[in-house]
């Protein structure tokens, strides 16, 4: 029998390639985040081995009020059933539906009598996503702790939100695509449809591209739609520039149920039809990704509609505007390759050069005339960053202007000028859909620097005295691992006493 399988993936956020990233001509500049969701898949107790019947798995999701669900198995040679227990309960499409296509998956790659033996001692799982993923302003205000990355660490881990999971404040980085990666990604490891260092290599193994597969398929199906699918890649693959995928992939899946023997075939690595692009992307050494919720919300699915209707009804103006739009996005990832490519190159230049951005006003980046010539390609390289991640914000509020949708608000433009002022700060915009939602900053981390002088605690001092807007930052910065982790669970602070207690 299998000990306990645990496993994280990251949030995301789409830094350059909202709306863009639905066609895929065109491409998304995703960073994932070091804020994680985990997935604890432990046998359950079922006494010395002898089966229970029916099988069972509970879910626990011990952050919100009524998050516990227990579903019956009945595994036969050609099919598994999923129901929930007790079908008047509150009901969770996203894990429902995670189990019932992970296990009919395993079903068609391991046979009845291997998933029989794996799940013979019912299996237990707990969901636990990293405080990030939740609005925590109640939490720092009950314990009169001002909203600083200071404070967020002071924190405990996993915090209870203390309501149910319709009624939480989310922060918009992903949580869903993140809980469905690291679930069925676990599952596939428990259960031995994928080796056991499919989520080791840092080149995708088949069986992380497997896992990304099962993810994105049962996201679209519990979300009802099929969207671009960069949240689920970014949980799966880690930071990227991402092109997404032909929905015809999965149209023949998108239902309530499934014939006997097809998930296999559709949702293998080998099934060429899946045509997704997840090419290596990172941000450069000592360049710090912030993040602020701004709590105001916004309704993404609202805002998507809109902008792609105007896109139909104004085709032309439309594809110039995806166009340069487009060009900014490239000339941004590039950039920003480029000098990791530099800092590699020349580490010692790279950092001197950081050391000497990070203490000045963006406007006085390239006054000084004594730069060695590799110090002044970097900075050439930071300025041209700059005025890319400038470009995207003109376009996208323009984009805003034309479908009638607040992209950029005024409110946002207001905070992310002041932001991008001050000293240390490379550029920002809105993430994603944009909206009344968040900001993201690339601002310079240059080593060796006491915490005063550093850009992030500038940017924090801003946003602290900020009025137009509530303004709270996000603890997570860029995830350097590449996607879904296996983690040991005494390993991660608190997760093993949120696992207990729950
Ligand atoms: N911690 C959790 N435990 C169990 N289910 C969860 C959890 N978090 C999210 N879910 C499932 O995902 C659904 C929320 O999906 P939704 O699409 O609203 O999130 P999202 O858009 O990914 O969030 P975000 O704003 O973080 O991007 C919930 O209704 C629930 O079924
Ligand atoms: C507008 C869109 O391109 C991005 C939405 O991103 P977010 O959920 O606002 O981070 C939609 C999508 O890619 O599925």
Redesign the pocket.
Known sequence: MAASTVVSSPGKVLMAGGYLVLDPAYSGVVVSTSSRFYAVVQPGASGHGVPVRPIQISVR?P??VS?SWVYDLAVSDSAVRVDQHDPSGAK????HLALDRTLALALEVKGATSLQHTLSNNLDIT?L?DND?YSQRAQLSSRNLPPTLDSLTKLPPFLPTGVP??QVH????????A?ITSLVSALLLHLNVIPADSFTSETPSEGRKFAHNLAQYVHCLA?GKVGSGF?VSAAAFGSQLYTRFNPEVIQGLMSDTVAAGSLNAILSPSNVRWNHKAEPFQLPPQVRLMLADVDAGSDTPSLVGKVLKWRKDNAEAAKTLWDTLDSHNQALSQKLLKLSALAAQYPEEYKNTVKYLSTIQPVQWLAYPGFPEQSRIMVETFVDVRKSAQAIRTHMCEMGTLSGVPIEPPEQTQLLDACISTAGVIGGGVPGAGGYDAIYLLAFDPVDCPAADLPATRVERLWSKWTDLSVSPLLGSESLAKGVRVEVLEDIPGLKEAVLGA
């Not at 969770?92 to 894990?95: A, I, L, T």
């Open positions: 999701s952050q919100f998050a969770n499409k996203f894990v969901i996503g993923f999971i319709s989310k922060t918009g980085l992903g949580s869903s695509a809980l979300q949240d």
